[in-house]
Nanobody, 114 residues
Framework: QVQLVESGGGLVQAGGSLRLSCVAS????????MAWYRQPPGKQRELVAF????NTNYADSVKGRFTISRDKNTVTLQMNSLKPEDTAVYYC???????????WGQGTRVTVSS
């Protein structure tokens, strides 16, 4: 089993920055992929970015503004030039393969005011 704990959410004005972190513990040797998803109010959960080995991928809506990185058991999402539409609960996930989300964190809320 893998446990994921996110931190770094909060309230920020449009144009500002936030840095989200997710620390994995437990059977971390099994992790291949780590990712960030978000769920805006009243909407479905969507992929923001993932990192698998050295490969990264981003949603079109965040390209050029967000950067995902991983250092051992911690995955970080640097979010710059935030927009009100980035408001959501952000979830960290970890997968045993490059294509799966086997574990989820509890989420951290990001609110961007206009």
């Amino acid at each position: 089993q893998v446990q994921l704990v996110e931190s770094g959410g909060g309230l920020v004005q449009a144009g500002g920055s936030l840095r989200l972190s997710c620390v994995a513990s437990g059977s971390t040797f099994s992790i291949n992929r780590m990712a960030w998803y978000r769920q805006p109010p009243g909407k479905q959960r969507e992929l923001v970015a993932f990192i698998a080995v050295v490969n990264t991928n981003y949603a079109d809506s965040v390209k050029g503004r967000f950067t995902i990185s991983r250092d051992k058991n911690t995955v970080t999402l640097q979010m710059n030039s935030l927009k009100p539409e980035d408001t959501a609960v952000y979830y960290c996930s970890a997968g045993r393969t490059p294509y799966t989300n086997d574990y989820w964190g509890q989420g951290t809320r990001v609110t961007v005011s206009s």
